[in-house]
């Protein structure tokens, strides 16, 4: 990942809450396990996925409103 301005990142932090939300999933077969932390590692990595696309569109929405 390409480092950011402070003031670039302020506003992809801003943007997050309006574009990130943790979508519900049907698929409880992928989260099911038989250890609390291999749990835990399912979960950290799905949410760490989200956040990750939820970043890159908060970045991409602000390139296009500053491109002139």
């Keep these: 990942m390409k480092l950011l301005s402070e003031r670039k990142l302020s506003e992809v932090l801003q943007m997050l809450p309006d574009i990130f939300t943790l979508q519900p999933t049907t698929d409880y077969q992928a989260l099911i396990s038989h250890s609390a932390s ?14 990750s696309k939820a970043y ?13």
Excluded: C
Excluded at 43 to 51: A, D, E, G, V, W
């Design 38 to 51: 291999e749990l835990s590692r399912k979960t950290s990595l799905r949410t760490n996925s989200q956040m």
């Design 56 to 68: 890159k569109h908060a970045e991409s929405m602000i390139s296009h409103v500053r491109k002139p």
